[in-house]
């Protein structure tokens, strides 16, 4: 509806264009504004990934061993390691607390001695040292965990005293 005010002449105010003109600005607010250029740039994004690895290890447990039985006592344990992918490397087992090398490791009870031996091969005939290329367990990553065994044996025909014994390993992975 049109009203016409006591204004001079073709000037007129419409309550109806005045809402309209509220909109307008509204709707004009509320968009994007249209641009006629544009400029751009760019933007390097970089990391430098490095070979990296973890590694874990289950525990040896030999459970009950008789000294004078005539046999040998085996169990086993499980080493897993997780490198970066590509990546080459070395798994190796060192000495133990108790033990003179690689080759003669011993559980300790106090003074008392119990020879055991740590093996790269279910026949346990490669014994699993800490000299890499030499009596290490190799491997390449590929970014998923990966299991090793390790086979373990306990001599038969030791004399030795009665008790509980233990010994320490550190697993070293080179890479």
């Known amino acids: 509806m049109l009203t016409v005010l006591n204004k001079p002449a073709g000037i007129l105010k419409?309550?109806?264009?005045?809402?309209?003109?509220?909109?307008?600005?509204?709707?004009?607010?509320?968009?994007?504004?249209?641009?006629?250029?544009?400029v751009t740039t760019t933007f390097n994004v970089s990391a430098n990934v490095v070979d990296d690895c973890q590694v874990s290890a289950t525990n040896i447990d030999f459970g009950d061993y008789r000294a004078v039985t005539a046999a040998d006592l085996d169990a086993n344990s499980a080493v897993a390691v997780r490198c970066t992918l590509a990546t080459a490397y070395e798994i190796g087992l060192?000495?133990?607390?108790?033990?003179?090398?690689?080759?003669?490791?011993?559980?300790?009870?106090?003074?008392?001695?119990?020879?055991?031996?740590?093996?790269?091969d279910p026949a346990r005939t490669q014994n699993w040292g800490n000299?890499?290329?030499?009596?290490t367990v190799a491997g390449t990553g590929t970014g998923n965990s990966q299991n090793f065994q390790v086979y373990a044996r306990i001599p038969s025909?030791?004399?030795?005293?009665t008790g509980a014994y233990t010994d320490t390993i550190t697993v070293t992975v080179t890479f």
Do not use: I
Request: aromatic share 6%.
């Open 131 to 135: 000299t890499p290329t030499t009596d």
């Open 14 to 38: 419409s309550k109806t264009a005045s809402a309209w003109s509220k909109t307008a600005l509204v709707v004009l607010m509320l968009s994007p504004l249209a641009y006629a250029d544009t």
């Open 94 to 120: 060192d000495q133990g607390l108790g033990g003179v090398s690689v080759n003669d490791r011993k559980m300790l009870q106090g003074a008392n001695e119990l020879s055991y031996q740590l093996f790269r």
């Open 157 to 161: 025909n030791q004399n030795v005293a």
